[in-house]
């Protein structure tokens, strides 16, 4: 067995549900498959005094799971005053507008046809609730709009899909582009660098200790998966069906569909850069 202090980002193990920081609490919903991992981390986030508390991406359109979340916030004393969306994604948004009706929230999100009323989402918004602070930080790149929330007295970040706790995230071409996505990537470089922060609450899988080693991960992961590419296209490999063949051949067959849309986002990226033709 491998050590998970030795794996990327230092994944916590033991149950995926339940606390993780002082501040953020986990309720997984149950829609686990390939592209979801062990299904999707829906946060509920508030100050440890605190009687209010905000829900970020209630997840897929389960009542079950839904109302699991307000009975956790309830159980802990807790109200939640409102409800944040990382992308748009079903297993993140669908089930957004329902839970505004149990919890008579409003939804904000960057997409304003996710927003459940006057007010979305953008770079530099600083929310706050009942003490607690969240800053909104774009990361476009798995789609469009993609975002993260930077947690600070937490020291932490939940990204969405933009990092997962286990593996990696697609480039959802044509709506993700590969280099928004290596620039958000940066983008949250910079947050543990200059910003202290260490510990990632990905959109799915375990809690990751070790944000920065997280990130260069991803990084790196970027760049060899790009030279694959590279390589297959000037061994006369033109198709990103044909792609997806060379370089996922070690890759479950059932996620190729999807390693298909970031072999589009890579090949997009590399005829931008004139490094094919």
């Known amino acids: 067995m491998t050590d998970a202090a030795a794996l990327p980002g230092q994944p916590r193990g033991g149950t995926l549900s339940g606390p993780a920081t002082a ?5 997984l919903a149950p829609n686990a498959s390939a592209m979801t ?8 986030v508030s100050e440890p005094d605190s009687d209010l508390a905000v829900v970020i991406d209630p997840g897929p359109l389960d009542d079950l799971h839904l109302k699991a979340v307000v009975a956790t916030a309830e159980h802990a004393g807790k109200r939640v005053a ?37 007010e979305g989402l953008a770079a530099g918004n600083v929310i706050t609730t009942d003490g607690l602070e969240l800053r909104v930080v774009p990361t476009p790149g798995h789609t469009g709009d993609s975002l993260c929330f930077h947690l ?5 970040v939940l990204t969405g899909d933009t990092i997962l706790g286990r593996g990696t995230t697609v480039v959802a071409h044509p709506d993700g582009r590969l280099g928004d996505y290596l620039d958000s990537l940066r983008r949250l470089r910079s947050l543990t660098v200059d910003d202290g922060v260490h510990t990632v609450l990905p959109g799915h899988g375990p809690v990751l200790d070790d944000a ?16 694959q590419v590279e390589t297959a296209v000037e061994n006369g490999f033109r ?23 970031s072999v589009r986002a890579q090949l997009e990226y590399l005829r931008e850069h004139g490094l094919i033709s």
Do not use: C, K, M
């Open 23 to 27: 501040r953020a609490v986990n309720v």
């Open 239 to 261: 198709t990103p069906s044909e792609v997806v063949e060379q370089v996922y051949a070690a890759v479950d067959r059932s996620l190729w569909p999807a390693a298909e849309l």
């Open 152 to 156: 600070p007295a937490d020291r932490a």
């Open 212 to 227: 920065q080693g997280a990130v260069e991960f991803y990084l790196a992961h970027r760049a060899n998966r790009l030279a």
């Open 37 to 44: 991992l062990d299904g999707t981390n829906t946060w509920i």
């Open 82 to 118: 409102l409800t944040l969306l990382t992308h748009g994604h079903p297993d993140h948004a669908e089930g957004a507008a329902r839970f505004a009706q149990l919890t008579r929230t409003h939804v904000r999100a960057l997409d304003p046809a996710l927003r459940l009323g006057d």
